[in-house]
């Protein structure tokens, strides 16, 4: 494979060291330490960009070169490089493409922090990885790659519960007058602001279930249990959990795209500069509205989806409003009240510390907020629906 004609000229060979490395080959993790052995090492200047690229493929050639009559290994020196281009990104995009070409283990060592975040945001590893390689693994491997990040999240979501509650009795905390302010706009923006698509929802969802149950019922002549039907599975059940999936799916996805983009502007990093602790400023007021709101939508969803119930029972079943509304009362219990309340609230808390952890650990520049906001609302319905199912078991098994 011949080197582009724009890296011509040369200069720069250096011998190997012992030192921490990423590496980048054909079927393994990108980030690898390496205790390497004399080898050929091409060394990169404090500048790496456009301006001296061309003068280092001559060199990066004769490297290779070296490499392949030996043990097959070599290195380029990147702690001196302080600034990076695409034009040196390309330069080693075409270094590893060429050693693997020749079947040379080509290896990055000294990499500073910037550039590997820069690597990072490249994501040159995809680059370089063929696709049906970086698929491998057996069952268990894959279930593992599911189910670490899950517990990992999960592990950090408590570790910023933990937080958030610390900043609440520390008195030294900053920010917490403007907190307060926060926290009524936050509450504003989960729970107002999301009353029409719930209410739209809650009242669709009590049609479509009063109609599936009748069909059900009727074959039975059972038709006055489809109240007891609508009101018990809404209030239990339905109610809570959908308003949680609406909430994490509106809110859950905002949470964590709006901290990952001050992440990513540096405003999280302007705030403890300023001596605010981000937690307390941030995530306190979103994970209180949160906790607030859900619970009294979950209130708005069933209300509407009985009403819904009703009028399908009235209008179509025939039953009598007064009929119905007895059934309805009659099969409701204060528990089953109750527990809607605690579940909603569970769920607001969890959505709220889901969005903010994926949130402030955005990295990666646009693509990362991106992947936040998505895994927000993937995570967030996931520990719904698992909690949810921890609840069922608590109040109904043990009941």
């Known amino acids: 494979m011949p080197w582009p004609a724009r890296f011509q000229k040369g200069k720069v060979l250096g011998r190997c060291r012992e030192e921490r490395s990423i590496r980048f080959p054909r079927s393994e993790s990108v980030f690898l330490p390496q205790s390497a052995a004399s080898c050929p ?38 702690s001196a490089v302080e600034s990076f281009d695409s034009a040196g990104m390309a330069f080693l995009i075409e270094a590893l493409e060429q050693a693997r070409a020749q079947e040379v283990d080509l290896r990055f060592v000294g990499v500073r922090p910037a550039v590997s975040d820069f690597f990072s945001l490249v994501g040159i590893e995809r680059l370089l ?34 937080e958030a509650a610390h900043s609440l009795m520390d008195p030294s905390s900053g920010g917490k007058r403007a907190g307060r302010g926060r926290f009524f706009l936050e509450l504003e923006h989960a729970g107002i602001g999301a009353i029409g698509i719930v209410s739209l929802i809650g009242f ?56 990952g983009t001050m992440v990513i502007n540096e405003e999280v990093d302007a705030l403890r500069q300023m001596g605010i602790n981000p937690v307390r400023y941030l995530v306190v007021p979103k994970v209180g509205a949160l906790a607030l709101a859900t619970p009294c939508l979950a209130v708005l969803f069933s209300t509407i ?30 528990g089953d009240i109750l527990g809607s309340l605690i579940k909603s609230t569970v769920f607001g808390t969890l959505v709220a510390t889901v969005g903010c ?42 009941a």
């Open 41 to 78: 090492t091409l060394v990169l200047p404090s500048h790496f960009d456009r301006g001296v690229v061309e003068e280092y493929a001559p060199q990066i050639e004769e490297v290779l070169r070296e490499a392949s009559k030996g043990e097959g290994k070599a290195l380029v020196e990147l």
């Open 129 to 162: 990885v063929p696709e049906q390689q970086a698929k491998g693994g057996n069952f268990v491997e894959k279930v593992g790659d599911l189910a670490l990040p899950m517990m990992e999240r999960l592990g950090a979501g408590k570790d910023l519960l933990v």
């Open 204 to 259: 669709l969802l009590g049609l479509i279930l009063a109609m599936q149950a009748w069909v059900q019922l009727k074959v039975f002549g059972a038709d006055k249990y489809v109240a007891d039907m609508v009101a018990v599975s809404i209030t239990r059940e339905i109610g809570p959990l959908m308003t949680a999936i609406l909430v994490a799916a509106r809110s859950g996805s905002s949470i964590a795209a709006q901290l």
């Open 305 to 334: 989806a009985i009403f819904g119930g009703l009028l399908f029972g009235v209008f179509v079943v025939d039953l009598g409003w007064q009929v119905y509304i007895e059934a309805t009362s009659e099969a409701l219990q204060a």
């Open 357 to 398: 952890s994926l949130g402030l650990n955005v990295k990666g520049g646009p693509v990362g907020v991106g992947k936040a906001t998505t895994g927000a609302v993937v995570a967030s319905i996931f520990m719904i629906i698992v909690f949810d199912a921890v609840f069922v078991l608590l109040l109904r098994v043990g």
